[in-house]
């Protein structure tokens, strides 16, 4: 999915994107199921979800539960934003938007690393000897 600027208002709460990438790689949850992997209320997950379906970046996963239980998937696999923030056609609001998103997306990604490099005392016991292969970290400059 390619947002425009002002849709980007979903994305840009640390929360929201961290709902939706929970439902891209496990699949279809419900808001309980989601507060308690992340540690918040099912009221405040249940909020961002449905700020996250206004702008169509999840949807009601109708061949899930019942009446009682209301399921959610992820609309797209991805999310790409391309932004000309030079653009003499791009509205304060929107530019603020964009930026913050891509805070957040930054900040996450800066989370998920440190996780992962956390996690290296026991990799090679989950994956076997290897691994590092398929790893790699440099100090590049990002341009």
Known sequence: MRP???????????????????????????????AARTGQSSGATSYH???????GF???AADRG???DRWWRAAH?????DF???????????RALGEQYLRVVAD?????????ISAFPTITEDLGRGWEHAFTLSDQRLR
């Open 58 to 60: 999840v949807v009601e």
């Open 49 to 55: 979800l449905r700020q996250l379906a206004e702008y």
């Open 108 to 116: 996450t990604y800066g989370r998920r690393l440190d996780a992962a």
């Open 77 to 81: 696999r991805s999310t790409e934003f």
């Open 4 to 34: 425009d600027p002002r849709s980007l208002r979903a994305l840009a709460h640390p929360l929201r994107l961290r709902l939706l990438g929970l439902l891209r790689a496990d699949g279809p949850a419900t808001a309980s199921q989601l």
């Open 66 to 68: 019942n009446a009682r």
């Open 84 to 94: 000309d923030f030079e653009s003499e056609t791009v509205d304060e609001e929107s």
